[in-house]
């Protein structure tokens, strides 16, 4: 049989369980004092290489007509302008860095939030990107309430049916459908699923990384921390979520909560 631990091994244990906590404690508060050094710190050269290709696109213009449409001069032009995309490209990078350290630490604030609410809220903003488009919304009548700090889950539907409307794009009749889903004891789920373009489920293990990409800039927009800010949400609440895909088959996002 098992002996008891001694008053003496019980106090050693909790020794060391406040030492490891701190431990954690302490690198998380390295990991965000890094990063908003490294955001800040990148901000001031990014501004210059903007500032300045401004400036040097302004002094290319006053050349006289006849060198202004020169080969050379419309070639330097194609630089500059490669150049400031390069340069706020990164400056939506270190955004997404920043709404990952938030999002990270900031305390939360559990309360009820009806899942169908916030779904309407993150409709609403996303207003601009469904603007012209014919976009089929299904929401299920049936969807949960959700322990949850109001402002992290409407980040992560903002980013999760932001997603769906961005890679529905070049479908004819988009459909986005957001639905409860079978879940075991203790848990709540619910899907996003849309009928856009998909993704290669052999690359499925790398989409919650931070800067991971499934498709070409070209196609789509986005630097690839959306996802990984949904990821920290949802680790934030102890929930899970996932994506399945087919290649031109659509995408499905399933998000297990605590119940």
């Known amino acids: 049989m098992t002996q008891p631990a001694s008053p003496a091994e019980v106090e050693q244990l909790r020794a060391e369980l406040a030492r490891s906590q701190q431990q954690v404690a302490d690198m998380a508060a390295a990991q965000e004092e890094f990063l ?104 299920a009548s049936d969807l949960p309430t959700l322990q949850a700090d109001p402002t992290l889950l409407q980040e992560l539907l903002v980013q999760l ?37 998909g993704f290669d489920p052999a690359r499925a293990g790398s989409l919650f990384g931070v800067f991971q990409r499934l498709h070409r800039e070209t196609e789509f927009d986005g630097v690839g921390t959306g996802l990984a800010l949904c990821r920290a949400i949802a680790q934030r609440h102890g929930a899970q979520i996932r994506a399945t895909a087919v290649p031109g088959g659509g995408c499905t996002v399933r998000v297990g909560w605590p119940a």
């Open 36 to 139: 908003r050094a490294v955001s800040h710190d990148l901000r001031a050269p990014l501004r210059h290489v903007t500032s300045y290709g401004t400036l040097v696109r302004e002094v290319l213009g006053d050349l006289p007509p006849e060198v202004a449409q020169g080969a050379e001069v419309q070639e330097a032009l194609g630089f500059l302008a490669t150049m400031d995309q390069s340069a706020r490209r990164m400056g939506l990078m270190i955004d997404g860095l920043q709404a990952l350290v938030r999002a990270s630490r900031t305390p939360l604030h559990l309360q009820a939030v009806p899942l169908a609410d916030a779904v309407v809220q993150a409709r609403a903003a996303l207003a601009a990107a469904e603007a012209g488009r014919g976009v089929e919304w299904r929401i």
């Open 161 to 197: 049916l932001g997603n769906a409307l961005k890679f529905t794009r070049p479908v004819a009749q988009a459909c986005i459908t957001v639905q409860a889903d079978a879940a075991p004891a203790g848990q709540i789920a619910f899907t996003v699923q849309d009928n856009g373009v």
